[in-house]
């Protein structure tokens, strides 16, 4: 139900904005987050927003990612700036309500040098 989008490859330095939507549901997520997995680590918290709009960031990405949401279109997005090569990984959305989380597909983002 959550899809994300905006994935590619970027140099180093560059920006990319990532895109994810609740296609086909009425769900209102009070929680949105962007997750990553980079090759041989475990997922990790990127950037997360609640439904008052507060937000919070890993320390990796602070001042360079800004998660943001629109309520009207139930959709959320990931502006990535001064991307770095560490920043490559595969990119999930999520979306929670109480008592259960969906997870979208993960869309690819890589970082050249």
């Known amino acids: 139900q959550l899809q994300a989008s905006g994935g590619g490859l970027v140099q180093a330095g560059g920006s990319l904005r990532l895109s994810c939507a609740a296609s086909g549901s009425s769900i209102s997520f009070n929680t949105w987050a962007w997750y990553r997995q980079a090759p041989g680590k475990q997922r990790e918290l990127v950037a997360i927003?609640?439904?008052?709009?507060?937000?919070n960031y890993a320390d990796s990405v602070k001042g360079r990612f800004t998660i943001a949401r629109d309520n009207a279109k139930n959709a959320m997005s990931l502006q990535m700036s001064s991307v770095k090569p560490e920043d490559t990984a595969v990119y999930y959305c999520?979306?929670?309500?109480?008592?259960?989380?969906?997870w979208g597909h993960g869309t690819h983002v890589t970082v050249s040098s």
């Open positions: 999520y979306g929670r309500i109480p008592m259960r989380a969906y």
């Open positions: 927003i609640i439904s008052g709009g507060s937000t």
